[in-house]
């Protein structure tokens, strides 16, 4: 059984570049993590400009030792110093703490990598929040700042998000196409028949995930023989929204599973 992330890792809320590279192993995007090493739910609003004006935006929440995908980045945008702005919320010990950050990615930073034990593979991570009982820094100025629910309520009313934002959710992003994650197997199906409907569910789900406006998505097929691995390859490089893919460089997946970017 694995261990709760919540009790091997700091406690705190992170934003982590973890790098892409394409298939002649040259880097080309950064895929975008939140990761929430609390206990509690965190509400984030994040958004993205470049070349001085606002590129796109999401709000949602993370759920306590969640990770979630927001975006990418190629690597070539960072010549355009984009800005990332983050504005977060969290209930703690009876309290709402807001608070926002400002980051500037610069290359040289993003290239020190290092082993990221919650995302299983390396990655540069910015500290957003930590709780001041578990901060490394003692003694660094508070960035944090404690309001009630109606005052919160009137600045999230006053500074909030376009409404053309997208809620995001951690469980759109992995599909499990293994059969019996698909449906229950009573054995009345052939093994052709079986085959189909892995192709219908992955082609489904390709389109809602491209129709949300999502950025990146994780199939898990197995290793197997190697024949449903083969023909989501077929489709992906004829689908004309697809911009890459490959295997997934996280452990938990072993060799049976594609990342795939749109």
């Known amino acids: 059984m694995a261990e709760n992330p919540l009790h091997t890792a700091p406690q705190g ?13 040259t880097l080309h995007m950064f895929t975008l993590y939140l990761i929430n090493r609390l206990p509690e739910e965190v509400h984030y609003d994040f958004d993205l400009e470049k070349n001085k004006q606002w590129h796109e935006g999401f709000e949602g929440q993370v759920s306590p030792g969640d990770t979630i995908v ?52 390396p990655a540069y991570q910015y500290e957003l929040w930590i709780p001041k009982a578990t901060s490394n820094k003692p003694n660094a100025p508070a960035k944090t700042m404690a309001v009630d629910t109606e005052l919160l309520r009137m600045y999230m009313l006053q500074n909030g998000t376009p409404v053309e934002k997208v809620s995001i959710s951690s469980t759109r992003f992995e599909v499990d196409l293994h059969f019996d994650a698909i449906m229950p197997d009573d054995g009345s199906l052939s093994s052709g028949a ?7 569910t992955f082609q489904k789900q390709l389109d809602l995930a491209i ?16 024949k449903l691995k083969k023909e989501l390859y077929n489709l992906l490089q004829k689908h004309p929204h697809v911009r890459s893919y490959g295997p ?14 749109f």
């Not at 010549?79 to 040289?108: A, M």
């Not at 079986?194 to 219908?200: A, D, G, L, N, S």
Request: charged share 25%; aromatic share 14%.
């Open 13 to 25: 809320f992170y934003l982590a570049f973890v790098p892409r590279y394409d298939v002649a192993g």
């Open 70 to 121: 927001i975006t990418d980045l190629d690597f070539m945008e960072l010549d355009n110093q984009p800005i990332i702005n983050l504005k977060c919320r969290v209930r703690w010990q009876g309290k709402t703490e807001f608070f926002e950050k400002s980051i500037r990615p610069k290359p040289k930073n993003l290239l020190q990598l290092k082993h990221n034990e919650y995302l299983e593979a």
């Open 194 to 200: 079986k085959f189909h409907v892995q192709i219908e």
């Open 211 to 226: 129709a949300n406006g999502q950025h990146y998505m994780v199939f898990i097929h197995g290793v197997g023989s190697g």
């Open 248 to 261: 997934s460089l996280a452990p938990k997946y072993g060799f049976g599973a594609t990342e795939v970017y």
